[in-house]
């Protein structure tokens, strides 16, 4: 635009009185108008234009300067150079046959500083787009490696712990003295097992590279399987002498889940119950109620806390901060508290990506 007016100025200041020459700069304002629209196409046109303006002699190219020098930047820094050498070559040859000596060699200068112009700007926006490309690298490489490190720490720490407990637990078994001692030790057995194929997916996903896609989505019932799951983990928590209630309302009114919201759903819950296993009080009940209602998620558990085994316990404390963190990046809210004794934790997770709890 800086251009168009600059050149219009000049224009004005020679003054243009023929007619054809006042249509062909007004056809080249308005193409110089285009460049920062159309730059590729408008810059070509401009230049274009400009060589016919100068090949005919019923037109003055004189105030056509500022324009053609940004068109041939544009040229240089949007396509490639023999495009822009062609154009400058042809251009030269016409000025020389076309003008005075004096002032071919002005717009010859003119028009190489701004070819160059826009051959320097092209190398700094690729010179740019490489070094972007080099920090995602590195990035790239630096989280793979942390992956690849926590993979071998997982699979030399926990999968050989459980492989032992499970050996343990499988090798008592064929001394069992009763059947109840049958069934603990059974339990113990199946309940290592899944969580040793559970951390053989974790480390399955942190050693196979996968490029990033969006998020599938499920066609699910989510009351159905927490239902499910949640009648599991309170047979899990009778089997341990620890009873409460654990009710599920509501209704399905988002059946299309994002694989995101129900894998934290699913963890949440299994958080929940294996906090109330290691930390609810024997003698006390604990209260789980999930309802899903207005296209959200919430949850509120209640249980009083196990003295000996809070100023026993091996935890990390972790677990409720980690969802915390996942659910709100998702839109949700996360609290938990000890109210003199009594854990409480409420959540609210919506079910739809683009809604705010």
């Not at 108008?33 to 400009?50: D, N, Q, S």
């Not at 989280?143 to 032992?164: E, G, K, M, P």
């Not at 901060?321 to 709100?328: E, G, K, P, V």
Request: aromatic fraction near 8%; charge should be negative.
């Amino acid at each position: 635009m800086t251009a168009a007016i600059v050149d219009t100025y000049y224009a004005f200041l020679r003054g243009y009185d023929a007619t054809p020459d006042i249509m062909a700069f007004m056809v080249y304002t308005g193409l110089c108008l285009a460049i920062p629209i159309f730059p590729r196409f408008a810059g070509c046109t401009v230049i274009v234009w400009f060589l016919l303006c100068t090949i005919l002699p019923q037109f003055d190219t004189g105030p056509m300067l500022i324009g053609v020098c940004v068109a041939f930047a544009t040229v240089f820094a949007l396509l490639n150079a023999p495009t822009g050498l062609i154009l400058i070559g042809i251009s030269i040859t016409e000025l020389c046959v076309s003008s005075n000596v004096d002032a071919a060699v002005a717009m010859m200068i003119v028009q190489a500083m701004s070819a160059l112009l826009g051959y320097i700007s092209k190398r700094h926006l690729v010179f740019v787009r490489q070094r972007e490309e080099l920090i995602a690298a590195k990035q790239t490489v630096s989280v793979l490696s942390r992956d690849l490190a926590i993979a071998a720490h997982l699979h030399d720490t926990v999968t050989n712990d459980l492989s032992y407990v499970i050996t343990i637990a499988a090798t008592r078994g064929y001394d069992a003295i009763d059947e109840e001692e049958t069934r603990t030790l059974d339990m113990i057995i199946e309940r290592s097992q899944d969580a040793f194929a559970k951390t053989h997916e974790v480390i399955d996903q942190l050693t196979v590279a996968k490029p990033f896609r969006e998020a599938p989505v499920f066609t699910i019932s989510l009351k159905q399987e927490l239902e499910s799951e949640t009648q599991k983990e309170k047979i899990r928590l009778n089997q341990l002498g620890l009873t409460g209630d654990v009710i599920v309302n509501g209704r399905d009114s988002c059946p299309v889940l994002s694989s995101q919201i129900h894998a934290e759903i699913t963890g949440l819950v299994s958080e929940i119950f294996a906090n109330l296993r290691r930390h609810c009080a024997p003698s006390a009940d604990y209260t789980v109620i999930i309802n899903i209602r207005d296209n959200t998620f919430i949850l509120t558990a209640m249980n009083t806390l196990n003295d000996k085994t809070m100023s026993v316990s091996r935890t990390s404390g972790k677990g409720l901060r980690l969802h915390q963190s996942i659910i709100t990046s998702i839109g949700g809210k996360l609290t938990f508290y000890d109210d003199h004794g009594t854990w409480t934790t409420h959540a609210v997770i919506p079910l739809s990506p683009h809604q705010s709890a």
